[in-house]
C-alpha cells in the first residue's frame, strides 16, 4: 500500500489520548460539556492564550465551528468577507448560506486578506440597504495554501477591524502549524489579543476530533452555548472532547506535534528546492505546493498517495503534500529519496 | 461521591471500542467516512436489518441526526408532527425550527403517537396554502419516558403514513432498548421495513458519540450526504464512527448492552414495585419513573444521583431513573437495598 | 349573488386613496420609500402617536410584517409567545418558523396573553442552552375572535415583558377597529408607548394594501430596513403606500372607517342578541362570533356568505360574520331583518 | 425640479389601471388571488405565451419573485449560478442567501450567461459532497445593463440545462423592453417554452406594482402557492395584482409601452452617438450607458437627473440613462438637445 501524504487527518490520534480515554473510561460525568476534563481544557486553554476572561467551547469538527461562531454573530442582514481559497467559501457545501448569510470573496494569491481589499468591499457595499452589510472577517491561519500570518499582518488587520466595526474571526484548523512556522512571529497569546473569537484545531493535530472555540470579545460570549446546541453540536459525552484538549495542551504536547509536521515538511521541501523544483506558494507549515511534470508526478505516485492540486499546463500541475503529527521518519525519507531520483 | 442514575452517557465506551482504537489508531485510511471501517461497518448494519437497498450515515450525535434528516427530506412548506414528550420539540433549542420546519405537537400521555391523532392535524390543516403541510411523522421508540411501539402498532402507523403521503421516521437514540424490552415482539428487522428511516443510538449504549442514520426509503437516499456535510457532520475523521458500530454490531454486542440496562432497570421497578409504589408509565425499558413523596426522594438523594422530572402535588413527585449498559451490579444492588427500607 | 360578510377585504379601497393615486399619478419621485409621500405619511403617523423617536416603514401585508419584525429582533436561539390562536401560528404557513424562530402556543379561550402564563412558559423554560429562549412576545389587537386589549391589561403586559427583557410586538392587522371599540379606553398613543413595536393595518381597514410597522423602541430601530429589502418588502413604488397611509391618517379616516365597521357589527349583534342568541366570545369590534343552529345557517346562507367557524355539536356551530369599512348599510339592514325572522 | 431619468418606477402606473380600479373598487371578490381578475388575468397570460399547462402566480416585486421561485425550487444543498451583475447577487441584500442558497457568480461583460461558463462551474464543482451542487440557472432578460438574449442563445441555454439537470429561470423585471428591443426575435412565446420558469415584470413596466411568475416545467408547479403565503407575498386583496396585469395584457398595452419606453432610449441613443459618445455596452433596450467626461456630466446633471454608473478614470464616468413608458417627449427633446450641445 502507498504511503499518503493527502492529508493530516489519516490516521487515529496521539497515544497519550487513547491512554487517558482509558484510563477515564468508567469514571461517572456529567454530560454535554459540564464533566470535569472539559472544564479543566478550558482552563488550561485560558492560561495558554493568557486571557481568563475569554470562553473556550469545544466542538467536533472545522466546519461546525464555522457554522456556529458565523451565525450565533451576526444578525440576518449582515454577511461575512473571505479570502477565495477560504475553506467556508469552497469546501462546506454553503453551510454558511444554509444558515442565511452570504459570503464575500477577496480574491487573492496567497489565501491571506489585508485592510486594502477590505475597504474595498466596504466601499463598494454603501448602496444601504439594497446590499448585505459586511460585518466579519474570517481568516485562516496557517491557511488552506499554507501560508501564515506575522504579527504585524495580524494586528493591523484587527485595528481595521476594529475601527470599522467588523468582527475577525480566525479559522485555526491548522493552527499549530502556523504558530510553529519558523518565520513567524505570532504567538497563541496575540491570536488571543487580536482576534474576536478563533479556534485551536485538534482533529489536524493529533485529536480523534474536536475544535476548540475561543471568544475573546465579551459582547459576543452571552448564550453561545445555545448556538452550539441548536446545530447540534453538543456532545452528550462532552468528556470525549475535554480529554482530548486536555492531553493536547498538557506539557505542550499540542505544539511539539505541530512543530513536527512542520519539520517533516520542512525536510521534503528541501528536497524538492535541491532538485531545483519551483513552488506555487512559499510554505513553511505542513503543507507544500510543488510543481512538478508529468513524469515526476508518476513517479512520485508510485510509491505516494497525494493529490495533484492544480493543472498549470499540460507538462507541469501543482501537487499537494500534507505532513502531520504522526507522519513517519521513514516515509519522509523514501519521499526525499525519490525526490532525489528526478 | 454519589452514584449516578441520571442518564445513560455518563461513562466513556464499551473496553471493545478502546480496544479497536487502539488497534487500528496507525492505520491510515480515507478522510470523511470513506474509510474501510465504516464502509464495513454500513454492511454489517445492512445485514442486521436485512435491507441491502439501505443507506447508512453515521453522525456524532441525535439532535444532529435529526435536523439532517428532517431538513433533508422536507420542502420549505412542509412540517414535521411529533408527540409532545418529542426530544425535538423540548429538548434541541428548536434545532428543527432553526431549519426552517415547523412541528407540530400532539398531546399525549405515554409518549406515542397513533394514526387518528395525526388524522386530526391533517383534518385541522385543510387551509391550503395558507396552513403548513404535515409531512412527516417523528417518532421516538424508545419514547423519552421509556414506553415502546409494538410491532402491530408501528405496522398500522406505517400503512396510515403510505396512504397520506406521509414520511415516517423514528428516532432510536435508545433503539437498543426498545429492542430488547421484555415486553416487545418489534426487531430491527421491521422497524428497517416499516419506517422510511430511522438511527441507531450509539451514544447511550456503548459507544463515546455516534448515531447511525439508515434510510430506508430509495426516495430519499439521493444527495443524503451533502447535507451531513452542510450541516457540519461530516467528520474528518470518520473512522471514529465507523470502527465504533463495527464493533458494537459484532457478535450482538449492540443488543447485549441494551439488554443488560434494561435488566438493571427491571430489578430496580421490581424493588419499587415490592414496596408498593407506583409509576408515571410502566416501562420496560431502561428508563423508570417512580412516584415517590418528598421524605423517599431525600432518602434516596443521599447516596444517588437522579432527576427529579415532575412535580405530582406537595407530597409527592416522580423522579427519573436511568440504567445504562455500564451500570454496575454494585450500584443496583445498593439501589434497591435502600428502596428495600422505605 | 350573496352579500359577503365573509372578511374584511372584499372591496377596493376608500375612494379618497383613488383620488390621490390619480392626482400624484404622473409626479416623479424617488423609490423604495424615499418619496415624499411616504416621508409625510410617516411623520404624521409620528405625530398620531405622540412619538417622534418612533421609526415607520410600510410593508405591502400583514404575514410580511409579522416576518421582518420578529426575525429582525431575534437572535437565532431565540423564540417567539402567541395566543393558539395567534396569525403567526395557524395562518401563516410556517412563515415565522421558515425564518428560524418557533413559536410557543399558549391555549387561550379569548386570544389574549397575561403575565401569568408568560411567566409559566419562562419557568418552563429554563433547562438552557437545551430549551429555547423565549424573547418575544407576540399579541393581537384585536385578536383573531375580535377581542381587545383594555389600556390595564397592555401595561401590565407591559411591565411584565420589561422586567424579563421580552420584547412585546402587537399585530395590528384589525388595530383600528380595536381602538374603537365602544368598550376600550386603549389608545393609539398608549400602543406606543407601551409596545416595542406594532403596526396599524391598512388593508383591512380602507387601503389596497399596507400596514405600518412602527418601532418604539430604539434598540430596535437601527438597520431595520435592510430587513425589509432582504424579506423582498421594499416596494420600488413606496409611493404607493405612502400615499394611502397619508389619506388614511388624514383627519382621523382610519380611525372613522374602523368605527364604521364596528357600529355595523354591533347593529347585527344586537339582532343577534335580541333572538336569544349567544356568542363564541363578545365582541366589540368588527367580528361576531354568534352561535347558530344548522336551520339558522341555512337560512343566512341563502343570501350571505360567512364563514362557518367552528362546529360546536351535531345541531349548533359557530359562525364568523366580519364588517367592514365598506359594508353597505342596506346589507346589514337585510341580515338583520333575516335574523329577526329566526 | 429636474427631470429623471434615474429609472423607471418613478411614476405611478397606466392611467387604463386607475381607471379599471375605480371601476371595481365596490365589487366584492374572493381575497389571496382567487378573485375574478386574477383569473381572467391568469388566463389572459397563459394564451399570450400559449402555454396553457402553465401556472401564473403574481407578487408584488421582483426581489420577492426571486425569492420565492429559487427557495421553492432548490433543495437545502444546491445553489443558483449567476451572471455577476445579476441583480440577486448585488441589489438584493442577501435575500436569496437569506433563504440557504448560494450563488456562484459568473464574471461577464454583458450581464449575460453562455453554456460554456456553466460547464466551468459544473466542472469545479465535482468534489461531491464537499461543494454545493449548482442546480439552477438564474439570467436576466433584458440584463442590468441592458442587454438581451437572441432567441437562439436562448434555445441552446435551455438545450445546455436540460442535458445537465439545471432549471433555467428568467428575471424579467425588464421583459417588455427586452422582447420589444428592436434588435431581438424572441418572443414571450419562446421564453415560455425555453425556460422552467420566469416573470413578467409589472412594476418597471406600467403597473403600480406587480411581477407575474410563470412557471412552465409541470414538475415545478405542484404547491407553489404556499411558497407564496410563507414568504408573506400573498396579497389579501390580490385584486390588485390581477387588475393591473389584465388591464397591461389587454390589446398589448405591456408591449406597446415597453417599446415607447425603448423608442426614447434609441432617440438620446442616437443623440450621443451623433456626437461621437461611446457607450459601455450597445443597447436596445431602455437603459442607456454612455461614457461621458466630467464637463458632459455636469452639464447634462443641470437639469436631469441620472446615475454616475461607474468611474472609467480621473476624466470619465459611465452614466445610467433610464427611459420609461411614462418618459415625457418634451423631457426626451430637453435631453437631446442638450446633448447636442456636447
Redesign the interface.
Known amino acids: 500500500?502507498k504511503?499518503?501524504f493527502k492529508?493530516d487527518?489519516?490516521?487515529?490520534?496521539h497515544?497519550n489520548i487513547?491512554k487517558a480515554?482509558?484510563e477515564?473510561?468508567?469514571?461517572?460525568?456529567?454530560?454535554?460539556g459540564l464533566d470535569d476534563y472539559s472544564i479543566e481544557a478550558q482552563n488550561l486553554i485560558k492560561k495558554n492564550i493568557k486571557n481568563y476572561d475569554a470562553k473556550v467551547y469545544f466542538v467536533?469538527?472545522?466546519?461546525?465551528?464555522?457554522?456556529?461562531v458565523i451565525?450565533?454573530f451576526l444578525?440576518?442582514?449582515e454577511?461575512v468577507i473571505s479570502a477565495d481559497l477560504g475553506h467556508i467559501l469552497?469546501?462546506?457545501?454553503?453551510?454558511i448560506?444554509?444558515?442565511?448569510?452570504?459570503i464575500i470573496s477577496i480574491p487573492t494569491e496567497d489565501g491571506k486578506i489585508n485592510p486594502k481589499q477590505i475597504q474595498d468591499i466596504i466601499d463598494t457595499h454603501q448602496?444601504?440597504?439594497?446590499?448585505?452589510?459586511p460585518k466579519l472577517v474570517y481568516i485562516s491561519n496557517s491557511t488552506e495554501i499554507g501560508t501564515t500570518y506575522s504579527k504585524n499582518e495580524l494586528q493591523i488587520l484587527s485595528d481595521f477591524c476594529m475601527e470599522n466595526e467588523l468582527y475577525l474571526f480566525m479559522d485555526g484548523a491548522r493552527l499549530g502549524n502556523a504558530i510553529m512556522a519558523e518565520n513567524t512571529d505570532l504567538s497563541l497569546e496575540d491570536i488571543a489579543k487580536y482576534t474576536d473569537a478563533f479556534y485551536l484545531g485538534g482533529?489536524?493535530n493529533g485529536a480523534?476530533?474536536g475544535e476548540a472555540i475561543i471568544i475573546n470579545n465579551k459582547n459576543l460570549q452571552p448564550?453561545f452555548?445555545?448556538?452550539?446546541?441548536?446545530?447540534?453540536?453538543?456532545?452528550?459525552?462532552g468528556?470525549?472532547l475535554g480529554i482530548q484538549f486536555l492531553e493536547l495542551m498538557k506539557d505542550n504536547l499540542y505544539f511539539q506535534l505541530a512543530k513536527k509536521a512542520n519539520n517533516h515538511a520542512m525536510k521534503i521541501k528541501e528536497a524538492f528546492a535541491n532538485k531545483g523544483i519551483f513552488f506555487y506558494t512559499e510554505n513553511f507549515t505542513n503543507q507544500l505546493f510543488p510543481i512538478l511534470n508529468l513524469a515526476q508526478i508518476e513517479s512520485l505516485a508510485e510509491n505516494f498517495d497525494f493529490y495533484v492540486w492544480k493543472k498549470i499546463d499540460e507538462q507541469n500541475s501543482v501537487i499537494r503534500i500534507i505532513t502531520s503529527w504522526?507522519t513517519q521518519d521513514i516515509a519522509v525519507e523514501q519521499l526525499t529519496n525519490k525526490i532525489q531520483e528526478f
Do not use: W
Open positions: 500500500m504511503y499518503s492529508n487527518y489519516s490516521e487515529g490520534c497515544p487513547l480515554l482509558l477515564t473510561n468508567e469514571h461517572q460525568q456529567n454530560g454535554y467536533s469538527g472545522g466546519t461546525q465551528a464555522n457554522i456556529i451565525s450565533a444578525r440576518p442582514h454577511c469552497n469546501n462546506e457545501t454553503a453551510a448560506e444554509a444558515t442565511g448569510h452570504k448602496n444601504k440597504p439594497h446590499q448585505v452589510k482533529t489536524k480523534l476530533l448564550e452555548d445555545f448556538h452550539i446546541k441548536q446545530k447540534g453540536a453538543l456532545l452528550a459525552k468528556r470525549l504522526q
